[in-house]
């Protein structure tokens, strides 16, 4: 019999081992990333361009490109695309960040050779159709001003400009006329520009038969496509910060104040960033966090708040977010502030660094498991030019972080003076 009063033995990973992808050069010069994990008959196919808001002449142009390769073809309507999608049970999802756009097809292997038909038309040969755009373009801007009427989208508009400033593609935040100025010209240039063989990847994963491997290189392999073969060149962007401490964004009509702090701070490659991601999570970033026991749990100014890492090409921001009743907005700052100075002034207490560090390496382990985490993980290397070791070196940081090291870091790199605050909602007296 198990007795239930004694708490389990906590086993601490040794080291985190990840299945490599198989790499191959296809005819046509694209990389392909192959995964053959699992004994499911379902595959993910990944295709990765570099063409992100980073590139972008427009706002919302590298988007809207993405998103309009669903909207018609020169063989499929945007309806026989998503009837021939469904019919053989496959799932489609784009996307687009900073530096590349992707678009990924989630298939069943007896039917790959269908739903791959379908995602080589869109990739090769979109059509960018009047109609289908007009009433995306109307969807969205529908939710755009939904979502205008909301403290936090508010609060995280607000802060994106104060800490990276408006010349930065992580501060020039889209305004409604931003809507106006796309058309299917202007996603037919960012779409010849970025969308060829030169400048794509390919990651497969899930199991993966030599079939499907056959039929990918001869519909994406074989030839060169795309009306461009120029690099793509890395561009760079300097945050420029507002001099202001504070920016409050008035909404008359609020209940609740959204409450926004934030700054620049440690790039991906800075030798402490790892380091520094752990006192994060102990700050705010997981249940137990100091500004969750603090700010939720014993003052109750809070259903939750958080703080977490968020990393672009060449700069990184520490954000904090939560919201609260306007009667409150001033001492949860202040509450904030006071757990700073705890961080920087009392070492932590090796059982609470102990829960940390379970918490991390748990998450870590639990996060690549799967066939398509696997490919989540090294499409995230690639796209963030992280080497391998990446993940290794994050659990062995993990694993060997001090109580010193948490007080040195929150002396260097937490610094208050820097920390922006935005703050969104009913404005009080």
Same mark, same amino acid.
């Not at 890395?234 to 959204?258: C, G, V, W, Y």
């Not at 700054?263 to 006192?279: A, G, I, S, W």
């Not at 100075?341 to 390496?361: G, H, I, W």
């Given at each position: 019999?198990?007795?239930?009063?004694?708490?389990?033995?906590?086993?601490?990973? /040794?080291?985190?081992?990840?299945?490599? !992808?198989?790499?191959?050069?296809?005819? #046509?010069?694209? !990389?392909?990333?192959?995964?053959?994990? %699992?004994?499911?008959?379902?595959?993910?196919?990944?295709?990765?361009?570099?063409?992100?808001?980073?590139?972008?002449?427009?706002?919302?142009?590298?988007?809207?490109?993405?998103?309009?390769?669903?909207? %018609?073809?020169?063989?499929?309507?945007? +309806?026989?695309?998503?009837?021939?999608?469904?019919?053989?049970?496959?799932?489609?999802?784009?996307?687009?960040?900073?530096?590349?756009?992707?678009?990924?097809?989630?298939?069943? #292997?007896?039917?790959? !050779?269908?739903?791959?038909?379908?995602?080589? +038309?869109?990739?090769?040969?979109?059509?960018?159709?009047?109609?289908?755009?007009?009433?995306?373009?109307?969807?969205?801007?529908?939710?755009?001003?939904?979502?205008?009427?909301?403290?936090?989208?508010?609060?995280?508009?607000?802060?994106?400009?104060?800490?990276?400033?408006?010349?930065?593609?992580?501060?020039?935040?889209?305004?409604?006329?931003?809507?106006?100025?796309?058309?299917?010209?202007?996603?037919?240039?960012?779409?010849? /520009?970025?969308?060829? +063989?030169?400048?794509?990847?390919?990651?497969?994963? %899930?199991?993966?038969?030599?079939?499907?491997?056959?039929?990918?290189?001869?519909?994406?392999?074989?030839?060169?496509?795309?009306?461009?073969?120029? !690099?793509?060149?890395?561009?760079?962007?300097?945050?420029?910060?507002?001099?202001?401490?504070?920016?409050?964004?008035?909404?008359? /009509?609020?209940?609740?104040?959204?409450?926004?702090?934030?700054?620049?701070?440690?790039?991906? #490659?800075?030798?402490?960033?790892?380091?520094?991601?752990?006192?994060?999570?102990?700050?705010?970033?997981?249940?137990?966090?100091?500004?969750? +026991?603090?700010?939720?749990?014993?003052?109750?100014?809070?259903?939750?708040?958080?703080?977490?890492?968020?990393?672009?090409?060449?700069?990184?921001?520490?954000?904090?977010?939560?919201?609260?009743?306007?009667?409150?907005?001033?001492?949860?700052?202040?509450?904030?502030?006071?757990?700073?100075?705890?961080?920087?002034?009392?070492?932590?207490?090796?059982?609470?660094?102990?829960?940390?560090?379970?918490?991390?390496?748990?998450?870590?382990?639990?996060?690549?498991?799967?066939?398509?985490?696997?490919?989540?993980?090294?499409?995230?290397? =690639?796209?963030?030019?992280?080497?391998?070791?990446?993940?290794?070196?994050?659990?062995?940081?993990?694993?060997?972080?001090?109580?010193?090291?948490? =007080?040195?870091?929150?002396?260097?790199?937490?610094?208050?003076?820097?920390?922006?605050?935005?703050?969104?909602?009913?404005?009080?007296?």
């Amino acid at each position: 019999m198990i007795d239930r009063t004694l708490q389990p033995p906590v086993c601490e990973p /040794d080291d985190f081992v990840m299945q490599r !992808p198989e790499c191959h050069v296809l005819p #046509n010069g694209i !990389p392909l990333n192959i995964l053959n994990v %699992g004994d499911s008959e379902v595959v993910r196919v990944d295709v990765l361009m570099k063409g992100g808001r980073w590139h972008q002449r427009l706002l919302l142009q590298a988007l809207f490109t993405n998103r309009m390769l669903r909207e %018609g073809t020169l063989r499929y309507s945007s +309806s026989e695309i998503a009837e021939r999608l469904d019919y053989y049970g496959a799932w489609l999802e784009l996307s687009c960040a900073a530096e590349y756009a992707f678009i990924t097809l989630y298939s069943l #292997n007896k039917y790959l !050779p269908q739903t791959l038909d379908v995602l080589e +038309s869109m990739v090769k040969e979109p059509l960018f159709p009047e109609k289908e755009l007009r009433i995306v373009l109307d969807n969205n801007m529908q939710q755009f001003m939904v979502n205008s009427s909301k403290v936090d989208f508010l609060a995280h508009r607000g802060l994106a400009e104060a800490i990276f400033g408006k010349h930065h593609p992580c501060g020039r935040v889209v305004q409604e006329e931003d809507y106006g100025h796309i058309t299917r010209e202007v996603l037919r240039e960012f779409y010849e /520009d970025y969308y060829h +063989s030169g400048n794509c990847t390919l990651y497969v994963s %899930g199991r993966v038969t030599d079939e499907a491997l056959a039929y990918i290189e001869k519909l994406f392999g074989r030839e060169p496509f795309g009306a461009c073969r120029k !690099p793509v060149l890395h561009r760079n962007f300097t945050p420029e910060s507002m001099p202001e401490k504070r920016a409050f964004i008035e909404r008359s /009509d609020a209940l609740q104040s959204a409450v926004k702090m934030g700054m620049t701070t440690l790039e991906r #490659n800075h030798p402490d960033y790892l380091k520094f991601r752990v006192l994060v999570t102990l700050f705010g970033g997981y249940f137990g966090s100091r500004l969750m +026991s603090n700010i939720r749990e014993e003052k109750g100014y809070t259903y939750g708040i958080s703080a977490g890492l968020f990393s672009y090409p060449g700069v990184s921001s520490l954000v904090i977010s939560t919201e609260t009743a306007n009667e409150y907005v001033e001492p949860l700052i202040r509450e904030v502030y006071r757990e700073i100075d705890r961080l920087q002034n009392k070492p932590v207490r090796e059982e609470e660094l102990a829960m940390v560090r379970n918490y991390m390496s748990g998450d870590l382990c639990r996060s690549y498991e799967s066939a398509f985490a696997l490919a989540d993980a090294w499409i995230f290397l =690639q796209t963030s030019a992280l080497p391998p070791t990446f993940f290794d070196e994050t659990l062995r940081t993990i694993k060997a972080i001090t109580a010193e090291d948490i =007080q040195r870091l929150a002396q260097e790199y937490l610094c208050k003076e820097n920390l922006k605050e935005v703050v969104s909602g009913k404005k009080m007296g």
